[in-house]
């Protein structure tokens, strides 16, 4: 069984990486310019995956 902690710590975790994609934004929308890409939505997903499973628990 998951604790609230660790329940907790997800969510934390996935909120405080939206935030950093949004300030990543900037230098994502450049750096796809010069023809190479982010991988910020990998991160955003996996943790997002993590927390429902957590959350359907």
């Not at 909120?15 to 796809?32: D, K």
């Not at 996996?46 to 499973?53: I, K, L, Q």
């Amino acid at each position: 069984m998951k604790t609230r902690a660790y329940h907790a710590t997800l969510f934390a975790l996935y909120q405080l990486s939206i935030v950093v994609g949004i300030f990543v934004m900037p230098l994502a929308m450049a750096t796809r310019q010069a023809g190479y890409t982010l991988p910020i939505h990998r991160l955003i997903e996996t943790v997002g995956e993590a927390y429902d499973d957590v959350s359907q628990e």
